[in-house]
């Protein structure tokens, strides 16, 4: 089992099924999103009670499911990097963290926007709305702390020591999300008895369920195709030292001339992408 | 004041290091005042902000008491290993035959009766100020007592995590408040259910049972983060 | 390096600081009753090589051995076969002398004997210092506080980190004697300096750090 998590696991095996996966990913999650937007917008009738102002919830919903599964896959990937040392489950973790802070601020800008019609402000103290926040400040927090624990003039590698305090604080806070959540319920029980229930009405119609149904499983995509597509970049950043990134960058070097454009090299590093939903 | 210390094992190394770092904040003054003063000032601070309205700050007082003990005992967190590590004791806490969480809760002790405890026994005094009635005092106490104890221990993780990093104080308070939002939620809570007569049983329960976690866990995952700062802040 | 068996021994070590080189496949071992001198240049890494092999830093590649077993797996044992005395030599600057000792002996898990603390300040030339605060005093009377712990733990592996700084001629004299009495029991010394120490008696072996190459 723990020589197969090291072979599975070591950085040229990532790195190529990550290239191998990362278009699947992002082809897929296109098709869902496009479809479950055409549905959602277009298709779906406008709620009785609501009007058109319920779609958001078709980037809502999935943005604020996704905020909490990447910070779950960080906490996992930093679990497994503490216990089994493999380098490959920190670099899925910093990999993680910009996007599921990214599905956060879409999650709480999304929620900001329902919020306006619904109760007249742009921001009401709502649990789940508090919770995102403060799920955003638990994000922040992580990469601040990974910012602060490289070395001054690190670009790349992180040191080993500043990956396992990252993973500390990962594991720490996925501890303390479920405490964090009930504490917040509990709090918007006493404060302000619930006046609206939001988006979990007993029966939703199935066609507005199957766009929401058809986003999440976008959003879920989009999420792999960012992950993948960074740990690519990171991968290759960590391990610049090692020698299959040396062979790579030889190879790529050594196409025929004129192949040796910018877009040629373009598939060596990918571009970072910029999480979006 | 000596440092001997009784018994054997665990017990030694724990009175030990908890009798030194009282003993280094009886000797510097500072180490336990300057939170004392800046709890003082901070809750000063908001009836010259919001209004002397009684009723108004009545309302906020127990929001704000807790705010501001949150935030003056994050201010004497900064230091809990950094005179430690610029001393290299660090090293030795590490390397020594004590076990490195053992050392890890007695300094938290040590810094919970420096910081919290002189807060604890302050805060009647400022509910008093903000018009907090006299029977929410008691309750005021008693969260406290289990809410700034888990603090000073959530707030060592954060404290072991930065431990090296220059200006950590920011940092240190970005990753410690977020974790300690329950224990502000439930210890406020308590206090402005017992100011309007109401139950304050599982509030404070849950504090308790939200400390028994902390006392369990924290000083494990302060150690793992200790070592980390150990092993990355000297260079030759 | 000749055939023998190593106490502590590291195997083509290396480790960065983010793109810089602080120590790069350093390979050097030492056994028992040996005394091992490291030297170099400013920042060829003689604290980081200290501190990799008191088991504080991990190297990123390489290993360490401590008895013929890894590191970070032996790392307990090797804590409890070690005096280490760092750089930032670890006494507290609001304690006491004998305070500092007193702790440290406590943490270290030693007989704790404040008579004969005070007995070896007083050789050491603190006696008159005994109540004042450790950040009172000079910088080689601090050195000496740290110092006291050689003839207090019977360890069998010293690694004393510019253990000469700051020290007068007697002072020199007494680590002389300790570091000679360590060998002669059979014990392990490995210690960095700038300063050349005679020790009459006993073969100091010297390992000179180059430091690491940049430019790659």
């Known amino acids: 089992m723990f020589t197969w998590i090291h072979r599975f696991g070591s950085a040229p095996n990532v790195y190529r099924l990550s290239g191998v996966l990362a278009p699947w990913f992002g082809v897929s999650a296109a098709l869902c999103i496009i479809i479950g937007l055409y549905l959602g917008l277009v298709v779906a009738p406008p709620d009785y009670e609501q009007g058109e102002s319920y779609r958001i919830i078709y980037i809502h919903v999935p943005a604020a499911w996704m905020s909490m599964f990447a910070y779950v896959v960080m906490a996992v990937s930093s679990a497994i990097f503490l216990i089994w040392r493999l380098k490959v489950a920190d670099a899925v973790a910093a990999a993680v963290a910009p996007i599921g802070a990214a599905f956060t601020a879409v999650a709480l800008i999304t929620g900001s926007f329902w919020g306006k019609p619904m109760w007249g402000t742009w921001w009401v103290w709502d649990a789940r709305l508090t919770s995102e926040l403060l799920l955003l400040f638990l994000y922040l927090g992580y990469m601040a702390l990974r910012g602060a624990l490289a070395a001054p003039g690190e670009s790349s590698a992180p040191s080993t020591t500043a990956a396992r305090g990252a993973a500390i604080l990962a594991v720490v806070g996925v501890i303390n999300i479920p405490i964090i959540h009930f504490s917040v319920e509990w709090w918007n029980t006493l404060h302000q008895p619930s006046t609206i229930t939001r988006f979990d009405k007993p029966a939703m119609h199935i066609s507005m369920l199957r766009p929401l149904l058809l986003m999440a499983l976008g959003a879920q995509l989009l999420f792999f195709h960012n992950l993948t597509v960074r740990l690519r970049t990171g991968l290759l950043q960590r391990e610049s030292r090692a020698r299959w990134v040396r062979e790579l960058a030889i190879a790529q070097s050594n196409t025929p001339p004129g192949d040796n454009t910018p877009g040629a090299s373009s598939t060596v590093v990918p571009e970072k992408p910029e999480p979006s939903a | 004041m000596s440092i001997d210390a009784p018994s054997s094992g665990l017990l030694k190394g724990f009175g030990s290091v908890l009798r030194r770092d009282l003993l280094i904040g009886a000797r510097s003054a500072g180490q336990w005042l300057n939170p004392l003063m800046f709890f003082v000032i901070v809750v000063s601070l908001f009836p010259l902000g919001i209004g002397p309205e009684p009723a108004q700050l009545a309302a906020i007082a127990p929001g704000v008491l807790w705010v501001s003990a949150l935030l003056s005992m994050l201010l004497s967190l900064d230091s809990l290993f950094e005179q430690d590590r610029a001393d290299g004791v660090l090293d030795q806490f590490v390397l020594g035959r004590t076990p490195l969480s053992v050392v890890v809760l007695a300094k938290v002790i040590a810094h919970w009766m420096l910081s919290g405890l002189p807060l604890l026994l302050l805060s009647p005094l400022l509910g008093l100020m903000l018009g907090l009635p006299v029977h929410a005092l008691g309750t005021l106490g008693l969260a406290l007592l289990p809410g700034t104890l888990t603090l000073s221990l959530i707030g060592a993780i954060g404290a072991a995590l930065t431990v090296g990093l220059n200006r950590s104080g920011v940092l240190l308070s970005l990753l410690v408040l977020p974790l300690i939002v329950p224990v502000l939620i439930f210890g406020a809570g308590s206090v402005s259910a017992a100011a309007g007569g109401y139950e304050t049983g599982a509030g404070l329960s849950l504090l308790l049972a939200m400390l028994m976690m902390a006392l369990s866990l924290a000083p494990l995952a302060t150690a793992a983060a200790l070592r980390v700062g150990v092993a990355s802040s000297e260079q030759s | ?216």
């Open chain 3, 1 to 216: 390096m000749t055939p023998r068996d190593p106490v502590l021994a590291c195997e083509n070590v290396s480790l960065w600081r983010g793109d810089a080189v602080i120590v790069e496949q350093l390979s050097l071992d030492v056994a028992a009753g040996e005394v091992l001198r490291l030297e170099g240049e400013n920042g060829s890494g003689k604290t980081t090589v200290l501190r990799l092999l008191a088991g504080l830093v991990e190297p990123d590649e390489g290993e360490i051995r401590f008895r013929g077993e890894r590191l970070p797996r032996a790392g307990r044992a090797l804590a409890d076969a070690l005096l280490y005395i760092g750089h930032r030599p670890g006494v507290g600057g609001a304690l006491h002398p004998d305070e500092n000792l007193s702790v440290a002996a406590v943490i270290a898990g030693v007989a704790h004997a404040p008579d004969r603390h005070r007995e070896l300040l007083t050789e050491l030339g603190l006696g008159d210092r005994l109540d004042l605060p450790v950040a009172a005093l000079s910088a080689g009377q601090r050195r000496r506080v740290a110092l006291a712990r050689l003839a207090l733990e019977q360890r069998d592996i010293w690694l004393l980190d510019e253990p000469l700084t700051a020290l007068d001629a007697a002072g020199l004299d007494w680590v002389g004697e300790r570091i000679r009495e360590q060998a002669a029991r059979g014990g392990t010394v490995v210690f960095t300096t700038h300063q050349m120490l005679e020790l009459p008696g006993v073969a100091v072996r010297s390992h000179v750090l180059q430091t690491p190459d940049q430019s790659e």
